[in-house]
């Protein structure tokens, strides 16, 4: 199992970023993939989840994120409108190792970080 997060970038307050996280030794459509991410300073936080039959984010992405999949193309998205400077942080895409329909609570695999510079 591998996952491969990227799109990060600097970008000024008001802006957008897509984050890929491609997989690879599972198909995303089968298992839940979710995105973390962790300022500097400050503890890991979710950001969000999606699975067969759900998609979740935290109230204070609602409304300006969005987690979309690809099967085809076995990549997962995160999509992040009107960007803050509080949303600064690395961003990492983690799965889990048995399939389901819901967003857990915890995960078993977790890819390489991409940072995200949020400019005020």
């Known amino acids: 199992v591998q996952l491969q997060a990227s799109g990060g970038g600097l970008v000024q307050s008001g802006g957008s970023l897509r984050l890929s996280c491609a997989a690879s030794g599972f198909t995303v459509d089968y298992y839940a993939i979710g995105w973390f991410r962790q300022a500097p300073g400050k503890e890991r936080e979710g950001v969000g989840c999606?699975?067969?039959?759900?998609?979740y984010l935290v109230d204070s992405v609602k409304g300006r994120f969005t987690i979309s999949r690809d099967n085809a193309k076995n990549t997962v998205y995160l999509q992040m409108n009107s960007l803050k400077p509080e949303d600064t942080a690395v961003y990492y895409c983690?799965?889990?190792?048995?399939?389901?329909?819901?967003?857990?609570?915890?995960?078993?695999?977790w890819g390489q970080g991409t940072q995200v510079t949020v400019s005020s």
């Open positions: 999606i699975s067969d039959l759900s998609t």
């Open positions: 983690v799965t889990v190792s048995r399939p389901g329909s819901s967003c857990p609570t915890e995960y078993d695999y």
